[in-house]
Structures are given as structure tokens and as C-alpha cells.
């Protein structure tokens, strides 16, 4: 299927920051999404104490969600600010402190140690780093990936999965003729030859 115009198309780390900076986050819900909801029983498969992580995060209102209900929680953003944010809308408590392993990386961790943010690119992150998952709630990361990034970004999420880990991924459709992105649009047979 065509991709339009998007398959050149690349937005820099400044630009996702910026949009941070002046607001433009129409891609944050204040809400649960609705597919989290319908589908959480496939992504937790009867288990609880799971490690679920958050690729490009955000302040995702799911990740309190997660973890009030017993889970542990990591993502990865690249705005300190979105991750600040998340702490404070939800009166959570937290402390910061270097990631050793990546230039100018930062750790934020609630105090109950059940929420674990990583300000840096994900591209930085690796299973040594961040251990590997039971589930992946991938809600805007894979549309929000420049389109030659696709490949790499699946190969990180695929290694950071457990054996039996939960994929659970949303994705958009619409002419990629007529909106330039993102979101960009991902062919469900892309999300095949990615994922498997």
C-alpha cells in the first residue's frame, strides 16, 4: 500500500520537544483509552505484578492506572517536561537522579518505587538498562516513529519483551496522500513485517 509523501518525512527530537513546550500535545489524552479498557485482560493475560513499560510515554494517565492496580511501571520520553507533569497532576511523589548509562539521561521514580521514567531517546534504552517486559502498551509511540526509524524501533521493543510478553498496539488509518504526519500511518502489512 502507499505511504504518500511520509515515507521521507522526519520529525526531529526539537520539534517533539517543542510541541511539548508550547502545548501542541492533542496526542495526550486526560482519559483512559478506550482500547486499554476493552482489551487490558489480552495484555495482562490473567497475571498480575506485571513489568508493563510505555514507550514514548508522555504523562499517559494509564500509567497510574497500571500501577495503582499492582503493576510496575516504565517509560521513556523525551520531555522532562511531559514526565514532570505526569508526577505532579497525579500529587505523586518522586525523586530524579542520572542514567549512568546515557549521556544526560534522567531517572525519574515515584517514591514507592512502582513508576520508573526515563528522560532520554528510546533509542538510548536497552534490556540491560531497563530489564525486559511482561506487557508493552504501545498507544502513540509506533505512529509517532519517523518512518525509517520504524526498523529499529521494532527490534527495541521485540528485545525488550519477555517470552511470554503482551503487545498491545494502536495504530491509525487514514490516506497518507492527504496528511503529512505525524501520526503517520503504519500498513497493517508493515506492522507484520515488523512484528512478525
Not at 510515554?57 to 497510574?64: F, R
Not at 503493576?71 to 507533569?85: C, N, P
Amino acid at each position: 500500500s502507499d505511504v504518500g509523501s511520509q515515507k521521507e518525512r522526519v520529525v526531529t527530537e526539537e520539534e517533539w520537544l517543542q510541541k511539548w513546550e508550547m502545548g501542541d500535545i492533542g496526542f495526550h489524552k486526560e482519559q483512559r483509552h478506550r482500547l486499554l479498557q476493552k482489551y487490558l485482560d489480552v495484555l495482562l493475560n490473567g497475571r498480575s505484578g506485571l513489568r508493563i513499560f510505555f514507550p514514548l510515554c508522555g504523562k499517559a494517565v494509564e500509567m497510574k492506572w497500571l500501577a495503582d492496580m499492582g503493576h510496575s511501571i516504565v517509560g521513556v520520553e523525551l520531555s522532562e517536561e511531559a514526565l514532570k507533569d505526569f508526577f505532579s497532576e497525579h500529587s505523586l511523589p518522586y525523586c530524579e537522579e542520572p542514567i549512568p548509562e546515557i549521556s544526560g539521561g534522567k531517572l525519574f521514580q515515584s517514591t514507592s518505587g512502582n513508576i520508573s521514567l526515563y528522560c532520554c531517546s528510546i533509542y538510548d534504552l536497552s534490556s540491560s538498562i531497563v530489564g525486559k517486559f511482561d506487557g508493552i502498551w504501545d498507544r502513540g509511540a509506533l505512529v509517532a516513529v519517523n518512518p525509517c526509524d520504524r526498523q529499529h524501533y521494532a527490534s527495541l521493543m521485540i528485545n525488550l519483551m519477555e517470552k511470554n510478553s503482551s503487545y498491545l498496539l494502536v495504530t491509525v488509518s487514514y490516506d497518507p496522500n492527504k496528511h503529512k504526519g505525524p501520526p503517520f500511518y503504519v500498513p497493517e502489512s508493515e506492522i507484520k513485517s515488523l512484528f512478525g
